[in-house]
């Protein structure tokens, strides 16, 4: 992160400390339609989103050998594979064989015995560039079948600060174009492996869900002895950025703004001295947080949160506390204890979401009400609107009221 965008934010933080209320310039937002989490063509719409966004499939460190693959399926669709070539870079390709869609891979992950992916069903193998390279009874199939065209059909993958995307639209920009500045302000994910997996299937919709988490405002309640014993809402400096995604920095607990000010000064990255001092959490559309900080003289860390559409009603909420890789020594002790309070915090988090999403089903709440603090709230759901474009129908937009600070 530039300094100038670290100095920024810490000038963000004691404005929102010292506000009496919004900003003059803040319009007064109007609700955004219940219609928007119970209507199923909206939902079906924003499904396509999760086809065209870039997507983590994992990290790097999961795909350390040759031959180490990884299925994913989070869509509703067919699944992927993520596998790691013999010229060492990791790839994806549609689970499925060009003889009869059977999956080219067995489990969820693993390393391959042999460098190729060999179907489940007949045999097709494919190497770990998507080549077919052997079909098993070759004589009963016709002469002229060809297989330099059968390649497993690939899927965009790429890999950025540690991380392994996929975008299941091959058409889709890439993975530095639809970060824009986040692709170089991030400098604290690379080298982290997830220490511990938590997951809970949620009754609402994916939207209550990721809505209820990239706001402060409910610590103070919710989490009145957790989050709310180690940070302080009330200084919150929020970016709207461009293709969804947003930024969040919250200082923690009894925030100095001079200690914060020195320790960016100190610091080799001024955002890692940031982190010192608050917690920097990105939505990285549609559905990753990032909430991440660190303590004086250790490394940053953070809890990957994803949240997955279920059908309408039902999200599936997984996080995994990401911490610096510890090779092959034990997982350290204090490492155990977050993953504890991670799920804790979950649990604050999540308690209320169904009755949340029974209010909206129920005809008795017009829509959520998004205050100045909310508002990345209420930049989430427009920035559906702007990348759905005609597939959002006329009465469940919302106006386009927030600008954003880096337009694609
Ligand atoms: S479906 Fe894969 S070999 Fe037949
Ligand atoms: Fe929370």
Request: aromatic share 10%.
């Amino acid at each position: 992160m530039e300094r100038k965008v670290v100095d920024k934010i810490l000038d963000e933080i004691d404005y929102e400390f010292a506000r009496k209320s919004p900003p003059d310039s803040f319009p007064n937002l109007p609700r955004i339609p219940s219609e928007r989490y119970l209507d199923e063509e909206q939902y079906q719409a924003e499904l396509e989103l999760f086809k065209t966004s870039w997507l983590i499939a994992g990290t790097e460190n999961e795909f350390r050998e040759v031959g180490s693959y990884k299925v994913m399926d989070r869509w509703g669709g067919a699944s992927v594979v993520i596998v790691k070539g013999e010229d060492d870079k990791i790839r994806a390709f549609w689970n499925v064989c060009q003889h009869r869609g059977g999956p080219v891979v067995e489990g969820e992950s693993g390393i391959l015995k042999s460098p190729n992916m060999r179907c489940l069903i007949h045999s097709w193998v494919y190497d770990l560039e998507g080549k077919l390279k052997g079909v098993p009874g070759r004589r009963d199939f016709h002469n002229d079948m060809d297989e330099s065209c059968m390649t497993l059909k690939a899927v965009q993958c790429d890999t950025w600060q540690g991380f392994v995307w996929i975008n299941l639209n091959a058409s889709a920009v890439s993975l530095k174009e639809w970060f824009g500045s986040i692709y170089d302000e991030v400098t604290w994910f690379d080298g982290l492996r997830a220490a511990s997996h938590g997951s809970l299937v949620l009754e609402c919709n994916w939207k209550v869900a990721i809505e209820a988490n990239i706001e402060v405002y409910h610590v103070t309640t919710v989490h009145p002895e957790t989050v709310s014993q180690s940070l302080d809402y009330r200084g919150s400096a929020h970016s709207l950025l461009n293709n969804g995604h947003s930024r969040m920095v919250v200082p923690k607990k009894d925030y100095d703004a001079n200690a914060a000010r020195e320790a960016v000064g100190k610091a080799e990255h001024p955002e890692h001295g940031l982190m010192e001092h608050a917690n920097i959490s990105y939505l990285l559309f549609p559905n990753h947080l990032t909430p991440g900080s660190k303590r004086a003289g250790a490394a940053p860390s953070i809890t990957l949160q994803l949240f997955w559409p279920l059908d309408i009603n039902r999200t599936l909420s997984e996080w995994y506390t990401m911490i610096p890789d510890w090779g092959e020594d034990e997982l350290p002790e204090e490492t155990k204890m977050g993953s504890v309070y991670f799920r804790q915090v979950m649990d604050e988090d999540t308690e209320m979401l169904d009755q949340i999403q029974k209010a909206m089903q129920s005809q008795v709440l017009d829509g959520f009400l998004t205050s100045y603090h909310e508002r990345r709230i209420y930049h989430h759901e427009s920035s559906i609107d702007r990348l759905l474009g005609d597939n959002v129908s006329e009465e469940l937009r919302v106006a386009q009221l927030l600008p954003v600070e880096n337009v694609e």
